[in-house]
């Protein structure tokens, strides 16, 4: 089976500036996660979907970050405008069925994001 | 916070040799899991135990969990060069989902 994808791979902007990431989840997969992972540590949850329903965003920086997920497939995340400190990957991952964290998760390769 | 700490930090052994990473963590959980992730690259899952589990293998791995003592270990025997990666616990309680620090494992062939 294809993987999550995820697009793009690489992203250079300068602060204030905005930028959008978007993920393919797998076929058939109803939840959709959305993390950011800073270098050295672990990735941390922005927000989960599920089909178009968001789950949690509770840790989502809702005044610069938003994130939609068209008819229960696609989804893109959104900074603007964007600060030094959101400098790390992000990272799309996908799982099967409904149950919270019952199902292995399935990563894309992340995009990583520079802030100038 | 739920978050796991991974235990080394960073890990190097020679081929062949176990490798033994530990992770802990703060509140009640129904499950624990651990991913792997190669450098660049996404995390790949490896296993799930669930809070009434003690004890779980997948081929050379071998994971155990300790609800009283809030921990687990992740045990990897025969390690080979291609195991060199990040490996991270994650904690699912309620509607939770944290990942840890992450332990670098280094296997120098």
């Known amino acids: 089976e294809a993987g999550v994808a995820q697009s793009p791979r690489y992203k250079i902007i300068e602060k204030r500036q905005s930028v959008a990431f978007w993920c393919n989840p797998i076929?058939?997969?109803?939840?959709l996660y959305w993390y950011q992972q800073i270098l050295g540590q672990g990735p941390k949850l922005l927000i989960q979907f599920q089909n178009n329903g968001v789950v949690d965003d509770s840790q989502l920086p809702k005044d610069r970050f938003s994130a939609e997920r068209l008819k229960g497939v696609d989804s893109t995340l959104k900074i603007q405008p964007a600060k030094l400190e959101d400098s790390a990957v992000y990272l799309c991952?996908?799982?099967?069925?409904?149950?919270?964290?019952?199902?292995?998760?399935?990563f894309g390769d992340g995009t990583r994001l520079s802030i100038l | 916070s739920q978050q796991g700490e991974e235990d080394p930090q960073a890990l190097s052994i020679q081929e062949g040799e176990n490798a033994t990473m530990n992770c802990s963590y703060k509140?009640?959980?129904?499950?624990l899991q651990w991913y792997r992730q190669n450098s660049g690259r996404g995390l790949v899952h490896l296993i799930l135990?669930?809070?009434?589990?003690r004890e779980k293998h997948s081929g050379r791995l071998r994971v155990t969990l300790d609800t009283s003592k809030k921990s687990s270990s992740l045990l990897i025997t025969a390690s080979r060069a291609a195991d060199t990666a990040s490996y991270f616990c994650a904690t699912v309680g309620g509607n939770q989902f944290y990942f840890g620090t992450g332990t670098s494992l280094t296997v120098i062939p």
């Open positions: 991952a996908s799982s099967l069925g409904s149950g919270f964290g019952v199902q292995p998760q399935h």
């Open positions: 135990i669930r809070s009434n589990e």
């Open positions: 509140t009640s959980i129904n499950n």
């Open positions: 076929s058939g997969h109803a939840t």
